[in-house]
């Protein structure tokens, strides 16, 4: 079965930066985007950008540019995500989930499998 | 960016009542090529990932109860809930995934009566 399993709940202080893991596993790895998305406390989720790991292609949500960065590791069908700059407003549960290819006009594009979350709490 | 509205915020529907939810988008998503509407409607529960119900807006993903329907087209969505369970309790978002940046809307947090 599909699973997504991410790294556990992080504390950062103000201007470190974090890097958060997604092990997947019961797929082919290469076939589908992984897609990062976050949620602050009591707030509705925020797509942050994708990966494709067969080519590396990344597309980052404009807020996160040059502050983000999505890779993978192919060997290990594992994703991750640096965010760096922290600030209190980074404080969230960043999520992990596996999206369709969208590379054909009746191709699935939406996010269907997720990993369980992980915490990040900025405080100083 | 394409914000999408959610209404109402909140909720509160007695059990076996007929539970609706709107979506809006400031832009259309649907894409003239193959017809489909890039929106997607998911459920959160507390301390869990979204689960996804419905993908081009109206395809039910495999395991959602049929008491679940997804409709409309363009700019204007809605979720309903024919017969409402004690489990469907939950915050409902919709999401479009037609441009980037993908957004989500702001949440309907669904109660019983």
């Known amino acids: 079965q599909v699973q997504l399993v991410q790294s556990g709940a992080e504390v950062k202080k103000p201007g470190a930066s974090v890097k958060v893991s997604c092990k997947t596993s019961g797929y082919i790895f290469t076939s589908y985007p992984i897609t990062w998305v976050r949620q602050a406390p009591g707030q509705g989720p925020e797509w942050m950008g994708w990966?494709?790991?067969?080519?590396?292609?990344?597309n980052y949500a404009q807020k996160f540019q040059g502050r983000v960065t999505m890779t993978t590791d192919t060997s290990t069908d594992t994703a991750y995500m640096e965010l760096r700059s922290l600030t209190s407003d980074d404080t969230a549960v960043y999520f992990c989930?596996?999206?369709?290819?969208?590379?054909?006009?009746?191709?699935?594009?939406?996010?269907?499998?997720w990993g369980q979350g992980t915490r990040v709490t900025v405080s100083s | 960016d394409n914000v999408l509205t959610q209404s109402p915020d909140s909720l509160a529907v007695s059990l076996g009542e007929r539970a609706t939810i709107n979506c809006k988008s400031s832009?259309?998503?649907?894409?003239?090529?193959?017809?489909?509407?890039?929106l997607a409607w998911y459920q959160q529960k507390p301390g869990q990932p979204p689960k996804l119900l419905f993908y081009w807006a109206s395809t039910r993903e495999s395991g959602v109860p049929d008491r679940f329907s997804g409709s409309g087209s363009g700019t204007d969505f809605t979720l309903t809930i024919s017969s409402l369970q004690a489990d469907d309790v939950g915050v409902y978002y919709c999401?479009?995934?037609?441009?980037?940046?993908?957004?989500f809307g702001q949440g309907t947090k669904l109660e019983i009566k």
């Open positions: 990966i494709r790991p067969y080519t590396g292609n990344t």
């Open positions: 832009q259309s998503v649907l894409y003239s090529a193959n017809n489909k509407n890039y």
């Open positions: 989930a596996r999206s369709g290819s969208g590379s054909c006009l009746g191709c699935r594009v939406e996010a269907d499998y």
């Open positions: 999401h479009q995934y037609d441009s980037f940046p993908y957004t």
